[in-house]
Each structure stands twice: as C-alpha cells, then as structure tokens.
C-alpha cells in the first residue's frame, strides 16, 4: 500500500519540479511578451483623457464653450506617431522615458494650480502611473541589444523639448496646462500603437521593430537581472 | 467829519497789521514745486506709485506741507483725482504716494502733476501754493510686448460682492473682439480704439481656482484672459468662548465661518492676543486654539482673536474671570456599594480644581421608568445613598459636576449600571380556572399571569399548588410547577375544593392567590347578549349583585377560532358594573364571546352575563353551499343547513334569495332587485330568521331557466353576488305521463310473457310435438275407461318413412364451437344395391345445424360422400327389422360419438315430400332414385324464438320444441 502510494506521488513529484523548473530555467521571450503586453495596457490606460485632462478641465473652469476648443495639443510639444514610429527601438525607449520625466516635471508645476484635495490625489496617481511605465520602460530596455552603450537623448524632430517655462499669468498658464495634458494623452496613444505595433509584428524587419533584437537581448540580459527587474514594474491597477 | 477821520484811522490800522503779517510769512523761505523722482505703476494691485523731493529746504527746517496731486487719464485735461496729501517734510527727504486705480493701469495713460504749500490749517488764510510740476505720465501700454491682445487685471484678487472693472488691449486694431465672463459674453464700452472696457459689478464666487474672463477676436484662434479670484468675505469668529478644565490651560473656541482660502490665497489664519499680559499666539487650527494660563494666578484675561486673510481683518474679544470659566472633567471611578434589596450607595471621584473650589455634582438614577436627580457637593470624592428602590431592578445612574462657587459647565456625564438584590414576590399571581367534569371527576385547569417584574421581585423559580377539599374527607395536595409555566390541569378528587397559588423566587414565596371550586355548575342558563365592539375595544357592563361580591371577573378567548383558544380574563373591583375589554389581538370579522362572573365572598364564581359580539363586523364573505331539491315544473326547494351562522364574520340576520329569470316579472313575496355587480334584474326573497335555512321557491313556469343565489345579508351588507346556480324547470305533463305508461308497459309486458307461458303449458299438455303416450292425459283418460284393447304402439309394428333421431341428454350443453367440428350423421334410410359417389336418387340426412356454408346450397349434390358404410350394414337395412336394429345401434352410436355438448341445440329437419298426410299414410316403397327427395337447410332456433308450427305449414316441416336443457338431433 505504501510502496503503491510512493509510485503514485512519484511522477507527479517529477511534472511539479518540471513545470517548477520552467521559470527557473527561464524563457525571457515570455517575459518580454508580459512586459509588452504591460506596457499596452499601461498606455492604454494612460491616454484616457479621464485620468488627468477631464479633471484638469473641470476643476480649471475651462469647460465653457469658446473656452475648451482652445485646450488643443499644440504641435511640437510631443513627438507624432510618425516620429515615434520612425525610431529604433532603443531610441524609442530613450525618446519615451525623457519625454515622461518631461511630463512629471510639468505636472508637478501644474500641481501648484490645484487646491482640491481630491484633484491632487487624481495627480498624484497619474504620476504614480508614470513612474510605473517608465520602470517598465527600463526593464523593456534591458532586454533590447545595446542597451548599456546608449545614453544619449533620442532624436525625436520637433517635439524634442516640451514647451518652455510656463506664463507666469495664471489664464495663460491654465491654458497652456490644459493643452499639454491634451497632448500627453494624445503622446500615449501614439505610444500605445507603436507597442502594439511590437506585439503584432515581431518578425518584421522594420528599423523601430525589431523582434530579432528582442530575443537577442533576451539572451543576453543575465536572468538574474531579469528577475529583479520584474517586480519593479508598478501597476496602476 | 468826525466819523471820517475815525474810519480813516481804522483802515490805516487794518493796513498795518496786514503789512505786519506778510512780513512774517515772507522771512521764511518758499517751497518751490516738487520734483518728481520717480512714477511707477504696480500692475498687481493697479497702483501709481510716487516718489519726489522738495527743493528748497535748509538744514533742520522742518516743514508740514501739503501736497495736492492730480492725476489724468488719456489726456492731461481729463483729471479724474485729486488729492491733498499732508506730511512734514524734512530736508532732502523723498517723499512717497500710492493710489489705487479703479481701471486697470495698463488700460490707458496716466499723467500726474503736483504742487505744495506749507500747511497752514494753524493759522487762518488761504494757502500760498507753489507751481505746479510738469505732466509725468504713466504709460505700461508702451512695455506691453509684441501680443496683439491682452487681458487686464492679471489675477486680481477680490472680495465676494466687488465691482471690478476690466479691460482688454488690442494692438491689430481689430474691432469684433469678444469678451467672456465663464461663457458668457460681456458688453463693455470703448476707451479708446484699442481699449475696451467691461464694468463688472457684485462679482460672485464661483469656484476656488478664479473666475475665467477671456476675449478674442472674431478670426484666428489667438484667446487671451485673465483669471479673477473672487474670495469669500473673511466675517467674525462667532460663539468665541474660553474655558478650562483644570485652571492650567485654557481652551478657546470658536466657530470660523466659510473658507476665503483660494488658489491665490491661503485661508484665514486666527491669532490670539491677550492684552493683560500682551502675549500672542498664532492658532494652528481653525477653530480652536490652546492657551498657557500664567503660573502667577492672573484671574482676568481679555482675549482678542483676530482672522486675516489677504484681504481683511476681523476681530472679536472676550474678557473673563479664569475661575469662572472652570468647565470641569467627567467624574471616574463610579462605584456601588452595599447594594441591597432596596438600598445602593453610589461613590465617585473628580479631577481637583484646586482645594479653595467645590464641586456641585448632579446625580440622576433611571430605572422603573423614571428618572430621580440629586445634587451633591463635592471636594474631592463623592458619595450619594440611594433608597426605595425596587428588588431585582437595574438601574442606571450617572453623574456630572461643575464648579460649584461660579457655575459654568456641567462636565459630560459618567454612567454606571447597577441591579438590586432579588426579594419575595410582593403580589399573588392573578389566577383564573376552567372547571370540566372528565368521567364524573372534576379537573379544573389553572391559568396564571406571570407577575411582573415589579411584582415577582426576582426570577420565579416555580408556583406552589394547594388543594384543600372543603369536606376535610381527602389530604389536601401539594404540586410545584415549574417555571415558566403558566398554567396546569388539575383533577381533583372532589368538586369542592379551595386551591392557593403562589409564586417563589430564590428568596421566598409570593401571597398566596385562591380560587374555590364549587360542586354547583353555576348558572349556565345565562342568556347571550350582543355587544357591539368600538376602536376602543368591547364596552361590557352588567347589573350590580344583590349579594356581596368581592369583585367580577371578565373572561374571554382572544383566539376563538383556533384550538387553544388563549384565555384572557380581567378582574376587576367589587364596584364596578362596566369594564371596555381591549386587547391589541382583537381581529375585525372574528366573533368574540365574554363571560362575566360575580366572585362571592367564599371565592366561588358564578355567571352573571354573557356578551358576544365583534370589534368590528365584516361583510360575509362566502354564501351558504344550497342544495336544491324537490324540483318541479313550477318550485324548487333550496336548503343550507349546513350553514353555521355562528362562525361569520357579522352577526347574519337573515338571507336573501336572488332568483333571476326571463320573464322580469317577479311573484308576490318577492321584489325587484337590481345587482350591482352587473346591473341585472332580479327578484329577491328575503328570510329575517338566520336559523331558517330552507326555502321554497314557487311560481315558476315550466321548461324555464332561472338563476339563483342564497346570500345572507348582515348589518354591513351582504354576502357576494357571484356563483349563480342555474336550474331549468321540467315539462308539465312528463311527469304524469311517466307514472302512466310506465305500469302499462309493465302491466302489457307481464301479461304477454303470462299467455306465453300459458300457452306453452298449453301446447305441452294438449298437443306436445312428440306426445308422451305415458304421459299422455287422453290416454289416462282412456285407461281409466278400461278400454285394455287399446294399447300403445309398439314402434317395431310401425314401417317408418322417416326418422326422427332423438338425442336426449341432460345436464350438459355444447359449445357452439365444439358443434361446429361435429361430423354430420347420414342414415341411409332405403336399401340400395351400390352406392352412390355422385348426385342422384338418394335420400339423406345432412346436419347443417352448426354448417353455414354448407347449409347456403339447396341441392343434396353439393353435400360431401357420407362415409362408407359396409355393405352388410346396408343390406341389413332392407327390412324395417333390420332397420330399426341398424337405427338402435346407429342411434346408439351416435350417442356414444357426439359429444354431450352438441346435444344442447335443438333443429328442426324438414324434409320435402311430394306426399301429404297424416303420419299413418307411411309409403311403403321407397321414393324413386330419380325423384330426388329435396332437404331443405336445418337451422337453429333459439328456444325461447321458437314458435309452435302453424297447422297450414305443418305438412311442410315438423317443428319440435324442447325444454329447456333437453337435446334432440
């Protein structure tokens, strides 16, 4: 009765240290497929206009006719879908994460505006949001080829630099807020697209999408470090 | 010429003094006209700002000058202020003015000048006032920028209920520029081609990020604004108020209004000013701030609290005495002691407020539904008996304090609960009885009221029974019932008895309560009463008892319809004759009966009264199940007695009988109705006695359909209008023609089956088919005329022409399928030399009896080759010896070979013969071969369908009827 018992839990013993044995052994494509996947939700979720343009509309008193047709993105302070889809991949990442440093230095001044305790706390979760998708920028960053040698700033055309120093009149300042949280939604649309892009075409041979350099990363970046970085990655939800 | 030389020297008077004061004023040096230094313009709060020198003054001359100052807009002669602005003027001194503008500064140009004076409000005369100094002008439109619009005020900041004035400055010379406030469009007035100028009067708060104010022009998409922030008025602290509670610190409060805070100004801030001892502290809370009292006993302190905000200053003071503001702590350690039946001490400490104070505590006790207070001085504990409380009680007591030289706060309160020890039942249980005889013994049931809590005094444990027989033959008995049972059945061993009933707690025993059961059954022959019930419940009197009563007793069941009925009574004093019975289980519709007893002075009820009635009557709800009988071509019986009338919701009074019909018109004894339900018409019956519950209803007509309905009617209406029963009225003459032909037709029927059998008896005795010779009645009468030559015939002297087989047997029937398979019997009758295979002269016997087939062909031919039978056999039959041996033995064999069955059916065999006559006339040869004798098909007859022969067909066929149960073949 034992021994039959023992020859019952034995091969299950064996399939449980296998499937056990998967992430240890570690298929970082996987890996880079979540992350991609993460970060489409991420920029999904992001380019809602609920999540910071709506209550930046609302508690500015911007939401008049004649008043809200002028809370337009202006050209040039965020980089087209063109001219993030014309980048590698790794200035991309680049171009992405500077961007966002960009935008949670202007909500940090727009934070200033804001005396509704509750307006401040839809802020601060969008810029938890952000802090998020820019660790798991990184973490994607890892896996792509030459990734260490790379630090200077992408070269993202006219949207380069965000606008300059905010007005110091309080009208112009509100407006210029509002159409840059108008762009910083539209921004992460494009950015949702070009990942989807990622996910849909990995063989493609296109310069921003390379899915060879994926894997290639993936078998260069050390487990170890791809281990570590995971739970880095901040979900807004 | 005297008053001329008077005034001559007046006016040379007056001359000098003026030449003397001019001298005077005129040895000090004149200021000369003020020299701007600099005029700048403050866009934020829309202010000029000056500053200028005044020249001409020597060291340490120290002057009080005036300064009037104009001010222009757009252009120099279009002054719109002025101003004297007094200072003392050192030397070298640069002096300073501001002013506020209405409109905002960079809407238009601004030009000021100024001159002085030295100020000489001491002494009487008019001001000597230097020149003035050149137009400065005051132009921010210059240093605007290259925009082509823009908005002004920026961000100006403003009370609730202010007029603002705002402007915008174009530079496109465009002329169809709109301005909005929020969304709406604002009408302004033009300054001057480029300037445009909007009067907004009693701004109101909208939100707290500002007011939106924007404009644009009628092309492009270029949009400038200005945010206004509109700020709540900052209003006095209300309800400011200072206590303490331990003459350490005091707590002051206030209640700070709406929030002026906005995005552009903080909210108000509150200070705290003391002026005895001139020590301020700036409040970290909005409502509340604390306060060191000074450790040198300072007893008045005159507080002021101050709110500010950006825009205003409000004030409000409070002056007190410390020790009047002494709002002391709760009381603690609330403790009982010595806690009896119905005493408790209750002890209390408080925080000290010093050994020169004493508090006045206030005590309250709750409990028995009420509430008790007492005041209390304390030092530093207190103590407080309380007394006449009630055993096993809870109570619930608490205590506050305050200061009891200057009263200025009670404390909170600090509770305590606290239960009182358990004493005897102070009440007897109130109890009632229900008395049966169960097979000649008496059994009283008990009912008992649980005492209350006021009265048990404790928890009852259980209720003491005892019985004492009042004839003092039997022991008196004891029983315990536990509780919480609230009654018992009893069996007594006789009637009378006198029953006590107590109730014990853990403590003692209650008063005992006592019933006596009399032997008498009481007066049960009370007659019943209506009573009617009210919202109030059942009013109930009865007359007062001649004899002495030690009060009355109501009781009732407050659950008539259900089996435990829940008996309630009430008692009720030796006085009182009228009692209204009200319980909240009293249901409208339910019919509740009360029984009113008389209690004698021996403790023996009698019944005085019985009332019945409801609280509150209710329409019946179901009609009477009417059964109809006795129904005729002109009435019909209706009856329910199944009816119970005690059991409705009203009191019945009686029925109504709806019978609707055809015809409209209604008999005598009956009215027209009209139903409300549909409107028909009917004729109504009406019955007054309840307890009648039949009904005859008469004058119909015949082969009529009528429709009724039995519904009892009450104080509150009827029964419901649905369910008609329908009945149609039978034939007139039916009914007598069916008594009539119905005995014919039995009388025609016994008469025809009398001849019949008569008849049959007849022809049995008179002339039988086979005539019996031994039984033959002729023949008995002439044997007993002695006639002895006259004898019966032997059959062997008789040459037969024709065989009749007769098969006799009793007892037994065959079935018709068994006949079916029998073999027909041939006899050869007539000696023949060789046989015949084919058709042609012979004489047979075929038995078709059971063959329909074979009984369907006319010709003896068609019949199948009778078997062989042996040539000897056949040649024996040529003599009529030979015959009649050969027949014996045949019939014989024909006995033992047919099956008992096949004899239970009687044929008839005709046989066609061209000879006619009597059975004498025998022929003696037989029939040619050629003459082929013809048998005609045999048929069965039933034997009650077979009819004696006809004398004309007689030659013809011979029919033999039989008994029944004997079989011929």
Do not use: A
């Given at each position: 009765m034992r021994a039959q018992l023992m020859w019952r839990t034995l091969p299950s013993l064996v399939l449980g240290l296998l499937f056990l044995s998967t992430p240890v052994m570690g298929s970082c494509l996987d890996k880079d497929q979540e992350l991609l996947r993460q970060l489409q939700k991420q920029a999904d979720i992001m380019q809602r206009?609920?999540?910071l343009l709506n209550p930046y509309i609302q508690s500015q008193g911007l939401d008049k006719d004649g008043l809200k047709e002028h809370c337009r993105e202006r050209p040039g302070t965020f980089p087209s879908k063109e001219a993030l889809q014309r980048l590698s991949r790794q200035e991309f990442l680049r171009a992405l994460d500077t961007m966002l440093d960009h935008v949670l230095h202007r909500l940090k001044a727009l934070q200033r505006d804001i005396p509704k305790a509750q307006d401040l706390e839809t802020l601060n979760r969008a810029k938890q949001n952000i802090r998020g998708f820019k660790n798991n920028i990184h973490c994607l960053a890892q896996l792509l080829p030459g990734s260490s040698e790379t630090t200077e700033p992408a070269p993202i055309g006219p949207g380069t630099s965000p606008s300059p120093t905010p007005t110091p009149d309080t009208f112009q300042r509100r407006l210029e807020g509002c159409r840059f949280l108008h762009g910083y939604h539209r921004f992460m649309h494009s950015v949702g697209q070009v990942f989807r892009e990622w996910a849909e075409s990995?063989?493609?041979?296109?310069r921003h999408s390379p899915r060879r350099g994926l894997r290639k990363g993936t078998r260069r970046v050390p487990l170890s470090r791809n281990k570590r970085l995971l739970p880095r990655v901040q979900l807004p939800w | 010429m005297a008053l001329s030389s008077v005034s001559q020297t007046a006016f040379l008077l007056a001359l000098l003094s003026l030449r003397t004061y001019q001298s005077e004023v005129l040895s000090e040096p004149l200021p000369s006209a003020p020299e701007f230094l600099k005029v700048s313009v403050n866009s934020t709060c829309q202010c000029l700002h000056l500053q200028w020198t005044v020249h001409n003054l020597s060291h340490h001359q120290e002057f009080r000058m005036v300064f009037q100052i104009e001010i222009s807009r757009i252009k120099t002669s279009n002054v719109i202020w002025v101003e004297n602005y007094t200072t003392t003027v050192k030397w070298n001194q640069v002096l300073h003015w501001s002013w506020e503008s209405k409109l905002p500064l960079e809407c238009a140009k601004h030009f000021i000048r100024m001159r002085s004076a030295v100020d000489t409000a001491k002494t009487p005369g008019p001001r000597v006032w230097s020149s003035w100094s050149s137009w400065e002008e005051a132009d921010v439109q210059n240093s605007l920028g290259q925009d082509p619009l823009f908005v002004f005020p920026k961000d100006k900041l403003v009370e609730e209920g202010s007029n603002v004035t705002i402007c915008y400055v174009s530079k496109s010379h465009q002329n169809n520029i709109s301005c909005y406030l929020e969304g709406v469009r604002m009408q302004g007035e033009q300054l001057d081609p480029n300037v445009s100028v909007f009067n907004l009067n009693h701004v109101a708060f909208i939100r707290e990020t500002g007011t939106n104010i924007y404009c644009k022009p009628g092309q492009g998409d270029r949009i400038k604004g200005t945010v206004l922030f509109v700020s709540k008025v900052l209003k006095e602290p209300k309800d400011f108020s200072c206590e303490t509670q331990d003459l350490t610190t005091l707590n002051c409060t206030w209640d700070p209004g709406s929030d002026t805070g906005l995005l552009k100004q903080l909210s108000q801030s509150y200070a705290l000013f003391e002026s005895f001892s001139g020590k301020k502290t700036l409040c970290k809370h909005k409502s509340w701030c604390l306060w060191q009292v000074a450790p040198e006993s300072q007893d008045m302190y005159n507080f002021t609290l101050t709110a500010e905000n950006y825009l205003r200053k409000r004030s409000v003071h409070l002056l007190f005495n410390l020790t009047h503001r002494v709002h002391p702590m709760a009381p603690f350690n609330v403790l009982f002691k010595n806690v009896s039946a119905t005493n408790a001490t209750m002890t209390w400490k408080v925080h000290s407020i010093g050994k020169y104070h004493t508090l006045l505590c206030q005590v309250e006790l709750y409990g028995e539904g009420k509430v008790t207070q007492h005041n209390v001085s304390v030092k530093v504990d207190g103590a407080h008996l309380f007394s006449g409380l009630e055993p096993d009680m809870e109570y619930m007591a608490q205590v506050r304090c305050a200061n009891g030289d200057h009263f200025w706060k009670w404390s909170e309160w600090t509770q305590q609960n606290f239960t009182t020890a358990e004493a005897a039942p102070s009440e007897a249980p109130d109890v009632w009885r229900n008395v049966k005889t169960v097979q000649g013994r008496c059994v009283v049931t008990l009912f008992w009221k649980p005492l209350s809590k006021l009265q048990a005094h404790g928890k009852i444990l259980f209720y003491n029974i005892v019985v004492d027989y009042l004839d003092r033959t039997s022991v008196s008995e004891l029983l315990s019932i536990p509780a919480p049972a609230n009654g018992t059945e009893l069996p007594l061993s006789q009637c009378s008895s006198q029953i006590r009933i107590m109730a014990n707690n853990s403590v003692g025993t209650s008063p005992a309560s006592v019933i006596v059961v009399s032997r008498e059954p009481g007066n049960e022959e009370v007659e019943e009463e209506r009573v009617k019930g009210t919202e109030d419940g059942f009013p109930l009197s009865w007359k007062p008892q001649p004899r002495h009563v030690t009060g009355y007793l109501v009781e009732w069941c407050e659950h008539p319809q259900d089996p435990p009925c829940d008996l309630q009574w009430k008692n009720l004093g030796p006085n009182v004759t009228s009692t209204v019975v009200s319980s909240d289980a009293f249901r409208p519709g339910v019919r509740y009966n009360f029984r009113i007893y008389g209690i004698s002075t021996e403790r023996v009820p009698y019944l005085l009264a019985r009332k019945t009635g409801y609280s509150q009557e209710l329409a019946p709800s179901d009609n009477p199940q009417v059964v109809m009988t006795n129904l005729t071509s002109h009435s019909f019986t209706l009856s329910?007695?199944?009816?119970?009338?005690?059991?409705?919701p009203s009191f019945i009074q009686g029925y109504h009988i709806y019978l609707k019909s055809k015809a409209g018109w209604c008999h005598s004894g009956s009215e027209k109705a009209v139903l409300s339900d549909d409107a028909a018409v009917c004729c109504k019956y009406k019955i007054d006695n309840p307890e009648q519950k039949t009904f005859v209803v008469e004058n119909l007509q015949p082969e009529s359909f009528y429709e009724f309905l039995v519904t009892p009617y009450t104080s509150v209406g009827e029964g419901p209008h649905d369910a008609f029963a329908k009945v149609t009225t039978p034939d007139e003459y039916s009914p007598t023609l069916i008594r009539i032909i119905l005995p014919m037709v039995f009388c025609i029927l016994l008469i025809m089956i009398t001849c019949y059998l008569k008849s049959q008896w007849m022809k049995e005795k008179c002339y039988p088919d086979i005539p019996d010779p031994y039984k033959s009645s002729v023949l008995s009468l002439i044997k007993s005329k002695e006639n002895p030559h006259l004898t019966i015939m032997n059959i062997k002297d008789c040459v037969p022409d024709s065989i009749e087989v007769l098969n006799k047997q009793e007892g037994t029937r065959k079935s018709l399928t068994e006949t079916e398979s029998t073999k027909p019997t041939y006899l050869y009758l007539l000696p023949t030399e060789k046989r015949y295979?084919?058709?042609?002269?012979c004489i047979c016997f075929e038995n078709f009896t059971y063959n329909q087939a074979a009984s369907d062909s006319a010709s003896c031919g068609h019949v199948p080759a009778p078997p062989k039978a042996p040539p000897s056999q056949l040649g024996l039959l040529t003599s009529p010896e030979n015959l009649l041996k050969a027949l014996e033995k045949n019939y014989m064999n024909s006995l033992g070979e047919i099956p008992a069955g096949e004899t239970s059916l009687n044929y008839v065999s005709q046989l066609a013969s061209p000879m006619s006559g009597d059975k004498s006339n025998l022929p003696i040869n037989p029939p040619e071969p050629a003459l082929c004798s013809e048998y005609k098909m045999q048929m069965a007859i039933p034997l009650g369908l077979a009819s004696p022969p006809s004398s004309g067909s007689s030659s013809l066929s011979s029919v033999t009827l039989l008994d029944e149960g004997e079989h011929y073949h």
């Open positions: 206009t609920s999540m990995p063989s493609r041979s296109r | 329910w007695k199944n009816y119970s009338t005690e059991s409705q295979s084919s058709p042609g002269p």
